[in-house]
């Protein structure tokens, strides 16, 4: 097996750009590490594109219009990662106890290809065994059927098709349960939660073409360059209009920096770049409601002043006064903060907020684009309230231009809300859902991410069945997590490659494999396509050609089907059967039930950039209790939700350039000029030298939570960079060991990634 160096660990300053050469060396490098056939390159040239397939990394919207490959060095690395000529068959677990692998890293588990049979797992041998699909079927049903519904739990990781996600929700509540928490409960649930009670949709209100109308695009703690790469493209188009780019982030990413077109022979030939961003703030993690608080502060002032001297007034009084409510308080607020507060609760200088509230003054049209910097902190709620604060403080929405643009993580992360992956009753047209199908629906609140830990770890969660995702690796609190693990009665896991999760088995445990979205999906009725919605609310549909890794594999569509029909008494009405023949039926039904989203969605299936599901808030009707949009004041100025003291920081948990999440590609991160490790501690030079500590030591780090528990991660790398003082950064998943659960949002019960409390332990 090949196993990645790790040794001579390197971090010395990147000096190239976002994109360029670095981006195809690094594309051209991961081909042949995951030996594709040339098959792969064939994909490559169908990605993202009207009849192709959706990528499987990122959310970003797919243009109409697109370019010649449409695709990021990050959606090539996801690619090659699915169609790798890598097989994880039964005699490798043949050879392999689960003990044994609990000591392999995640990148070597995944590393060795895709999983080919289901597996039951074997306590004698404690290896996984092949077992048939009728088999697993079938136990998985015996043990589900005699459980309390409120005590099993059905998680889903984004990238699931709206098809499966629509079937799986269904299949959960027909059982009885809304124990539905999937991956937007780590990331932009704060979103959700946020701007459906402030302007009253969960999601973000732009599309593609507002990168077009827009003059100023105000950008926070999203790492553009590594995480949503295509982005690049429409904040490069933005640059070379004069669009002014504001960026608040702790560290510089330098995606966010300056960029050079891969697609662009004359931008590579040349190396010549595009610098991104205008003005760039290194806010300190958790600092943003204190650096917004100070731009609307100077925008009320000047506002002031304006209106006693007759000229135009800074706000858009008119938009405020026919649109929203709230106005009165929120201002109080702005002028009650004290300057002082907000330097050091931002860390940043007044004048440097002044340069920030000086563009969006002077700005038509403004866009606010944000990711997890915002919603994994304990007030991350709050955070996204204060986005659209500011927004409506110059009546930033809804117009051509404007709005909050929330980055989505995985490919369908924000389809599956809109299908029923939620546990609140209010996101479901349940009646509907009762009427259709002739059952009673649940409607008591199912357990989120948060609440279902805390579920596996007091013993109340019996079952727990997983489609997609690396749970136990991804949550909060992970060695009590997976401590807790082997008291379940039942772990399945629906999954393409072996990742730590599947390591910890219950007490009857089966690992199933399936097919990735690029795989061709040859049903009853022919080849399958199906769907995701993008970022920008678009759905797309998604073709997979490519030859699936093994005969053996189902497809999503078919494995929920098989439970289903396990647990389900049979109903005439639910057809699971005809559904998983042809996924035309599973849209009609998801059409039945979502008759204004998804109208003609048969038809529309393969519209060139997706079809639009439409955004009341995008035409200014407010759906909020008020009918107005919300100025909703913070409680504070902080979104770390705990106080500073001596030797405690703010650990922010990041992702590097070469990884999707839990996956791990390799061990460089090259935008922050990390060589050959993951076991790095950003810390600026000065706080090294205040504690004592000197470049390379290796040191632990300990939770700070303040609740007597030992949270420990040894073994990291003191690393000197350009982060604010009293901010750490590492990377996520290894550091979630340090996350206490109680550790999240508070109206979201996003676990705020984005400042861990710890201390330095030598
Ligand atoms: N290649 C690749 N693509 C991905 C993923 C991946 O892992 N790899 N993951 C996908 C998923 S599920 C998601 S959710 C997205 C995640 O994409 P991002 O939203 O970019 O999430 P992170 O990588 O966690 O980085 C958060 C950024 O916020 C900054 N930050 C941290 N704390 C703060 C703060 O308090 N304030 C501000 N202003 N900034 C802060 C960090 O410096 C960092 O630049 O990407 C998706 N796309
Ligand atoms: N500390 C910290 N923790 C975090 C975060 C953070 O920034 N910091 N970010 C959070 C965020 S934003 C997210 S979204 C979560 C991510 O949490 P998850 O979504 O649970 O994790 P992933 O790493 O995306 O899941 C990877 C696994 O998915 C499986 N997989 C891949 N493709 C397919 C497929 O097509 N079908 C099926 N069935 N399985 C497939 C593979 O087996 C792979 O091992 O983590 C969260 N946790
Ligand atoms: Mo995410």
Same mark, same amino acid.
């Given at each position: 097996m090949?196993k990645?160096?790790?040794?001579?660990?390197?971090?010395?300053p990147?000096k190239?750009?976002?994109g360029?050469?670095?981006?195809?060396?690094?594309?051209?490098?991961?081909l042949?590490?995951?030996?594709?056939s040339?098959?792969?390159?064939?994909?490559?040239?169908r990605?993202?594109?009207?009849?192709?397939?959706?990528?499987?990394?990122c959310?970003w919207?797919?243009?109409?219009d697109h370019?010649?490959?449409e695709f990021?060095?990050?959606g090539?690395?996801?690619t090659?990662?699915?169609l790798?000529?890598?097989?994880?068959?039964?005699?490798?677990?043949?050879?392999?106890? #689960?003990?044994? /692998? $609990? +000591?392999?890293?995640?990148?070597?588990? *995944?590393?060795?290809?895709?999983?080919t049979?289901?597996? =039951?797992?074997?306590?004698?041998?404690?290896?996984?065994?092949?077992?048939?699909?009728?088999?697993?079927?079938?136990?998985?049903?015996?043990?589900l059927?005699?459980?309390?519904?409120?005590?099993?739990?059905?998680?889903?990781?984004?990238?699931m098709?709206?098809?499966?996600?629509y079937?799986?929700?269904?299949?959960?509540?027909?059982?009885?349960?809304?124990?539905?928490?999937?991956?937007?409960?780590?990331?932009?649930?704060?979103t959700?939660?946020?701007?459906k009670?402030?302007?009253?949709?969960?999601?973000?209100?732009?599309?593609?073409?507002?990168?077009e109308?827009?003059?100023?695009?105000?950008?926070?703690?999203?790492?553009v360059?590594?995480?949503?790469?295509?982005? #690049?493209?429409? /904040? $490069? +188009?933005?640059r070379?209009?004069g669009? *002014?780019?504001?960026?608040?982030?702790?560290?510089?990413? =330098?995606?966010?920096?300056?960029?050079?077109?891969?697609q662009?022979?004359?931008?590579?030939?040349?190396?010549?770049?595009?610098?991104?961003?205008?003005?760039?703030?290194q806010v300190?993690?958790?600092?943003?409601?204190?650096?917004?608080?100070?731009?609307a502060?100077?925008?009320?002032?000047?506002?002031?002043?304006?209106?006693?001297?007759g000229?135009?007034?800074?706000?858009?009084?008119?938009f405020?006064?026919?649109?929203?409510s709230?106005?009165?308080?929120?201002?109080g607020?702005?002028?009650?903060?004290?300057?002082?507060?907000?330097?050091?609760?931002s860390g940043?200088?007044?004048a440097e907020?002044?340069?920030?509230?000086?563009?969006?003054?002077?700005?038509?049209?403004?866009m606010?684009?944000?990711?997890?910097?915002?919603?994994?902190?304990v007030?991350?709620v709050?955070?996204?309230?204060?986005?659209?604060n500011l927004?409506?403080?110059?009546?930033?929405?809804?117009?051509?231009?404007?709005?909050?643009?929330?980055?989505?993580?995985?490919?369908n992360?924000?389809?599956?809300?809109?299908?029923?992956?939620?546990?609140?009753?209010e996101?479901?047209?349940?009646d509907?859902?009762?009427?259709?199908y002739?059952f009673?629906?649940?409607?008591?609140?199912g357990?989120?991410?948060?609440?279902?830990?805390?579920?596996?770890?007091?013993?109340?969660?019996?079952?727990?069945?997983?489609?997609?995702?690396?749970?136990?690796r991804?949550v909060?609190?992970?060695?009590?997590?997976?401590?807790?693990?082997?008291r379940?009665?039942?772990?399945?896991q629906?999954?393409?490659?072996?990742?730590?999760?599947h390591?910890?088995?219950?007490?009857?445990?089966?690992?199933?494999?399936?097919?990735?979205?690029?795989?061709?999906?040859?049903q009853?009725s022919?080849?399958?396509?199906?769907?995701?919605?993008d970022?920008?609310?678009?759905?797309?549909?998604?073709?997979?050609?490519?030859k699936?890794?093994?005969?053996?594999?189902?497809?999503?569509?078919?494995?929920?089907?098989?439970?289903?029909?396990?647990?389900?008494?049979?109903?005439?009405?639910?057809?699971?059967?005809a559904?998983?023949?042809d996924?035309?039926?599973?849209?009609?039904?998801?059409?039945?039930?979502?008759?204004?989203i998804?109208?003609d969605?048969?038809?529309?299936?393969?519209?060139?950039?997706?079809?639009?599901?439409?955004?009341?808030?995008?035409?200014?009707i407010?759906?909020?209790?008020?009918?107005?949009a919300?100025?909703?004041?913070?409680s504070?100025?902080?979104?770390?939700?705990?106080?500073d003291?001596?030797?405690?920081?703010?650990?922010?948990?990041?992702r590097?350039?070469?990884?999707?999440?839990?996956t791990?590609?390799?061990?460089?991160?090259?935008?922050?000029?990390?060589?050959?490790?993951?076991?790095?501690?950003?810390m600026?030079?000065?706080?090294?030298?205040?504690?004592?500590?000197?470049e390379?030591?290796?040191?632990?780090?300990?939770s700070?939570?303040?609740?007597?528990?030992l949270?420990?991660?040894?073994?990291?790398?003191?690393?000197?960079?350009?982060i604010?003082?009293?901010?750490?950064?590492?990377?996520?998943?290894e550091?979630?060991?340090?996350?206490?659960?109680?550790?999240?949002?508070?109206?979201s019960?996003?676990?705020?990634?984005?400042s861990?409390p710890?201390?330095?332990?030598?």
């Amino acid at each position: 097996m090949a196993k990645q160096k790790s040794d001579d660990p390197e971090v010395k300053p990147f000096k190239g750009p976002a994109g360029g050469w670095g981006s195809l060396r690094s594309v051209a490098e991961i081909l042949p590490r995951e030996r594709v056939s040339p098959e792969v390159i064939r994909e490559l040239a169908r990605q993202n594109k009207p009849e192709g397939f959706a990528c499987v990394s990122c959310a970003w919207p797919k243009p109409a219009d697109h370019h010649p490959a449409e695709f990021c060095e990050e959606g090539a690395k996801a690619t090659a990662w699915e169609l790798t000529s890598r097989r994880t068959t039964p005699a490798f677990f043949e050879e392999h106890t #689960l003990s044994e /692998l $609990r +000591s392999w890293r995640d990148y070597d588990l *995944e590393q060795h290809g895709r999983l080919t049979h289901p597996l =039951r797992y074997d306590s004698a041998t404690d290896k996984y065994v092949a077992c048939s699909w009728q088999d697993a079927f079938a136990e998985i049903g015996d043990r589900l059927r005699p459980l309390d519904p409120k005590s099993v739990v059905f998680y889903s990781s984004g990238r699931m098709s709206l098809e499966a996600s629509y079937m799986y929700g269904l299949m959960a509540r027909m059982y009885g349960n809304q124990n539905l928490p999937d991956s937007s409960n780590m990331c932009h649930e704060s979103t959700s939660v946020g701007l459906k009670a402030a302007i009253g949709v969960p999601v973000g209100t732009t599309q593609l073409a507002d990168f077009e109308q827009c003059d100023a695009i105000f950008f926070f703690g999203h790492n553009v360059g590594s995480n949503a790469p295509r982005m #690049l493209h429409d /904040l $490069r +188009s933005c640059r070379k209009r004069g669009v *002014e780019i504001i960026t608040f982030n702790p560290l510089k990413e =330098r995606g966010l920096e300056r960029f050079t077109d891969p697609q662009n022979p004359f931008e590579m030939a040349t190396l010549r770049e595009t610098a991104i961003s205008t003005q760039y703030h290194q806010v300190k993690a958790g600092g943003d409601i204190a650096a917004m608080m100070g731009i609307a502060k100077f925008l009320v002032e000047w506002n002031d002043t304006a209106v006693a001297n007759g000229e135009n007034p800074v706000l858009d009084l008119d938009f405020i006064k026919a649109h929203t409510s709230g106005f009165g308080e929120f201002v109080g607020v702005v002028r009650a903060a004290e300057w002082v507060d907000i330097e050091r609760e931002s860390g940043l200088a007044k004048a440097e907020i002044e340069q920030a509230a000086r563009v969006y003054a002077t700005s038509k049209a403004v866009m606010a684009i944000y990711g997890m910097g915002l919603t994994q902190h304990v007030k991350g709620v709050e955070n996204v309230r204060m986005v659209v604060n500011l927004l409506l403080l110059r009546g930033n929405i809804g117009r051509p231009g404007t709005g909050p643009t929330p980055v989505r993580g995985h490919s369908n992360v924000q389809g599956q809300r809109t299908v029923g992956i939620t546990e609140k009753t209010e996101l479901v047209p349940v009646d509907k859902l009762e009427e259709q199908y002739g059952f009673t629906a649940p409607r008591e609140k199912g357990l989120d991410t948060v609440e279902a830990c805390r579920g596996v770890i007091d013993g109340s969660v019996k079952a727990f069945v997983a489609v997609g995702g690396n749970f136990l690796r991804a949550v909060p609190e992970t060695a009590a997590m997976e401590e807790a693990w082997p008291r379940l009665d039942l772990s399945v896991q629906v999954a393409t490659k072996l990742n730590r999760n599947h390591l910890f088995p219950g007490k009857v445990t089966y690992l199933l494999p399936c097919l990735g979205r690029i795989e061709q999906d040859v049903q009853a009725s022919g080849p399958q396509a199906v769907s995701v919605e993008d970022s920008t609310s678009c759905i797309h549909g998604s073709r997979g050609k490519a030859k699936p890794a093994s005969e053996f594999l189902l497809s999503e569509p078919a494995i929920v089907a098989g439970i289903a029909k396990q647990i389900l008494p049979p109903n005439p009405k639910a057809d699971w059967d005809a559904w998983v023949a042809d996924y035309a039926l599973i849209r009609d039904a998801i059409e039945e039930t979502y008759p204004l989203i998804f109208k003609d969605y048969n038809q529309r299936l393969f519209t060139p950039g997706g079809f639009w599901k439409g955004n009341k808030a995008a035409e200014r009707i407010w759906q909020t209790p008020s009918r107005k949009a919300e100025f909703l004041a913070p409680s504070g100025l902080s979104a770390t939700g705990f106080a500073d003291e001596q030797g405690r920081y703010r650990l922010m948990t990041l992702r590097s350039n070469d990884q999707f999440n839990t996956t791990i590609y390799g061990y460089h991160d090259r935008f922050r000029g990390v060589k050959g490790t993951r076991d790095i501690l950003f810390m600026h030079a000065a706080d090294i030298a205040a504690a004592g500590l000197r470049e390379g030591q290796i040191v632990a780090l300990e939770s700070d939570a303040g609740d007597g528990k030992l949270r420990r991660r040894d073994g990291l790398i003191v690393t000197p960079y350009a982060i604010p003082r009293g901010c750490l950064g590492a990377y996520y998943p290894e550091c979630n060991v340090l996350m206490p659960v109680e550790h999240h949002a508070e109206e979201s019960h996003v676990p705020a990634a984005k400042s861990v409390p710890v201390r330095i332990a030598a």
